[in-house]
């Protein structure tokens, strides 16, 4: 890694400036097994080639990217790597569980943004651009594509925890590509002008587009009545889309049976355990996740770090303080009980432990919870037995998650209640 590597390079955001320049990746003070700085230049210079490109010519998985940064004007653009073949993998979260941190972030690396600033609104003024870019998020498949930058990229490293990495950026110049095959349910969500944005998401998620290319295409301002269409954020598209779709799905849920039994999910995906418990009572969700010592939102801390929220039968009406995970979480139980035509109330524990260097975006909890809710769970028949059996999977002790939790401490609540009146 040479000097001359690394002026192409650029950190935004540092875990931790103090440590890492008390540090500088040779006594992991953060307490880490790896350098996260160093784990993401790397997959960055592993595509080091790119670097040296002012147009960059390969086959769009397709995949479109839009900042925050601005807002409302914001930056926005394709995201190409420089090969051509089946690229799909690169920007489809969906079949990412399995593979290792570094996988994913050499996926990432590879592409590059190219992007021009925007306002919001041209989504409905439309433009050569905008049009192609809705076009290229339309498609089924990879699309060959030629994108002139007006420099040479520069790679930048930004820990966020909602959206997924990628590889270097540049001003776009221009951005042609071959012809399209165009996904016939987001083609017509598209050309409907009357069509509310949130009936577009239901519709093409009941018609089997992967959620992952919903949220790319509502990112985009595709969807809704023309007058009202603006590009979104990419990370607030995200959320946008689970929010909706979990609603839509729970309001069948919570018309369904009550589940006759204890169960507890066990799941761990890049260095994250997912444990998820099923109570045999109507619909409520919590989410709650531990960031142990050494991770990029817990670096300074002598132990691990507790957040949650949590909604009943009647749902939120704020936004959850944990952000897009809560959402995520919420969109793959609610599969999970629609699919079984049950309900029941959900405890989820995240422990997030050093291994999991970087964040990689919200993706990484839905699909880890899809996975984990279609193993074969382990049943009880009393809270109590469920704890237990949970607690013997769980780094942290219980009583640290009943301080943060509702559904445990109410559970004790009714406890102790009945066994005050059972001794009157």
Not at 38 to 47: F, I, P
Not at 140 to 149: S, T
Not at 189 to 209: I, M
Not at 336 to 353: H, N, P, S
């Amino acid at each position: 890694m040479t000097l001359e590597n690394l002026k192409n390079i650029k950190i935004v955001t540092k875990p931790s400036n103090t440590l890492c320049l008390l540090c500088k990746a040779g006594r992991m003070l953060c307490g880490k097994p790896v350098c996260p700085i160093l784990l993401r230049v790397g997959a960055l210079l592993k595509h080091k080639e790119i670097f040296d490109l002012d147009v960059v010519e390969g086959s769009s998985p397709p995949g479109v990217f839009v900042g925050r940064f601005g807002y409302p004007k914001v930056n926005v653009g394709p995201l190409i790597p420089p090969y051509h073949g089946d690229t799909s993998i690169l920007d489809l979260p969906e079949r990412w569980v399995g593979f290792s941190l570094e996988k994913i972030l050499g996926f990432r690396s590879s592409l590059v943004w190219g992007r021009i600033p925007v306002k919001v609104e041209d989504a409905r003024r439309g433009g050569r651009l905008i049009e192609l870019l809705q076009e290229l998020a339309m498609s089924q498949k990879p699309v060959d594509g030629e994108a002139i930058l007006t420099k040479k990229p520069v790679g930048t490293v930004v820990f966020d925890s909602h959206a997924q990495p990628f590889g270097p950026s540049a001003p776009l110049k221009d951005f042609r590509f071959s012809d399209v095959k165009v996904e016939k349910h987001i083609e017509k969500c598209y050309y409907d002008y009357d069509l509310k944005a949130g009936e577009a998401v239901l519709r093409l998620y009941r018609a089997g587009v992967p959620v992952s290319k919903i949220q790319e295409s509502l990112s985009l301002g595709m969807f809704g009545k023309l007058s009202n269409r603006k590009i979104v954020p990419t990370r607030w598209s995200i959320t946008a889309v689970d929010n909706l779709i979990s609603l839509s799905l729970l309001e069948e849920v919570k018309r369904y049976d009550v589940i006759s039994e204890y169960r507890v999910y066990v799941f761990r995906n890049l260095d994250n355990l997912f444990l998820a418990i099923f109570i045999p009572e109507a619909w409520s969700f919590e989410w709650i996740e531990a960031w142990f010592p050494g991770t990029v939102w817990n670096m300074g801390g002598g132990k691990p770090e507790l957040m949650g929220d949590f909604e009943g039968f009647e749902g939120r009406k704020t936004y959850a303080d944990v952000g897009g995970c809560y959402y995520a979480a919420r969109l793959a139980v609610a599969e999970a009980l629609k699919a079984e035509r049950k309900q029941a109330t959900v405890l989820i524990f995240r422990e997030i432990y050093s291994g999991y260097v970087t964040p990689v975006g919200v993706w990484n909890v839905r699909e880890s919870l899809r996975r984990a809710l279609k193993t074969k769970p382990y049943i009880f028949q009393t809270f109590r037995d469920a704890l237990k059996f949970a607690s013997l999977r769980l780094r942290i002790p219980l009583e640290e998650w009943v301080k943060v939790s509702v559904i445990l401490r109410k559970a004790l609540f009714q406890k102790k209640l009945s066994e005050f009146f059972g001794s009157v």
